[in-house]
């Protein structure tokens, strides 16, 4: 199996800022490209967390930090370049990254549970609705609070698509003669499980499981999308490792095909695809979240945004919400 070293792409001065980087996404800010992430939360105890943006090829003077009212799971880029759709706490708000103001809630998620905040999300195709689920803090795999969602645009409407998960992570959209798959991770369970999504009806109904990932180290966090049936899928490891890893899989067979190897930090969050002018990289974010300070002293990476080559050639498009 081929496996590439990333190289680190963002180190961070501040502790705060490698904590919990997740969801990075292209988008269009002041009229420049621009990678945003989330940093769920700032430490273990933290609140709040921030959204962070990044102007490729320059200096790094215009990147900023913006704070949320909350702690942010996901943020989507929108047709309406300067805003992105935030997924903070129980809410879904609209945050204008130029000038840091925010709208009132769109949605909030009908799940008053303490414990429970927005997670991960993916915009299904066409930008008119977005999938996203919720994580319980306590990662409690017997008490399953956490659920999966649709939320649609036009509405402003959000359904429980898929109760009793544990931690909601990386989702994945495809097609086939009947209709719209989501491929959806709850991580505790080391899987990746297909469902047939209806939007029009606001189900998904379960279609087998397509990975199997027990038998890799960590466990699946974010998943990007390859477009040839295949994703990546980020491995945060709760143990010590010299380096962390994302592997390339296909939906069809499950096998592992090739890996991505981030030295010094060994949890790694998400993967996202870019098209650049010296080709398709593949971006992944990492925390030092939950390290003690022995292991923490081990792994100088943790936290940074990694960079790695790869030999595709294109890579899907990325969508944007449609908002009403």
């Given at each position: 199996m081929r496996s590439t070293e990333a190289r680190v792409y963002i180190d961070f001065t501040e502790e705060h800022d490698r904590f919990l980087p997740e969801g990075p996404r292209w988008a269009t800010i002041g009229g420049r490209p621009a990678l945003v992430w989330v940093n769920i939360q700032l430490d273990a105890s933290a609140r709040e967390g921030e959204i962070n943006v990044h102007f490729?090829?320059?200096?790094g003077s215009s990147d900023s930090g913006l704070a949320c009212p909350g702690r942010p799971g996901f943020v989507l880029p929108t047709a309406d370049t300067d805003c992105v759709l935030v997924g903070v706490e129980k809410q879904l708000r609209i945050c204008n990254l130029v000038d840091s103001t925010w709208t009132e809630s769109l949605a909030t998620i009908p799940d008053d549970n303490p414990r429970t905040i927005i997670n991960d999300a993916?915009?299904?195709p066409g930008g008119k609705a977005v999938v996203f689920g919720t994580k319980d803090t306590q990662f409690?795999?017997?008490?399953?609070?956490?659920q999966l969602y649709l939320y649609t645009a036009d509405d402003d409407q959000v359904t429980v698509l898929v109760d009793k998960q544990v931690c909601s992570n990386g989702k994945v959209f495809a097609s086939d003669a009947n209709g719209l798959i989501l491929f959806d991770i709850d991580t505790p369970t080391?899987?990746?499980?297909?469902?047939?999504?209806?939007?029009?009806?606001?189900t998904a109904t379960p279609d087998g499981v397509a990975l199997d990932l027990a038998n890799q180290v960590g466990f699946p966090d974010g998943m990007c999308d390859c477009g040839d049936g295949t994703v990546i899928v980020a491995f945060f490891n709760p143990d010590f490792a010299e380096k962390g890893r994302a592997v390339r899989f296909s939906l069809a067979t499950g096998e592992a095909l090739e890996e991505w190897t981030t030295p010094g930090s060994p949890r790694v969050t998400c993967p996202?695809?870019?098209k650049r002018p010296s080709g398709v990289k593949l971006l992944l974010t990492t925390a030092s979240e939950g390290m003690p300070a022995d292991m923490r002293a081990k792994c100088p990476n943790a936290g940074c945004l990694f960079i790695a080559d790869t030999q595709f050639a294109d890579c899907p498009a990325p969508e944007v919400v449609q908002l009403s």
């Open positions: 490729p090829g320059t200096d993916e915009i299904v409690d795999a017997d008490a399953k609070l956490a080391r899987k990746v499980v297909r469902y047939r999504l209806d939007v029009a009806a606001r996202l695809l870019v």
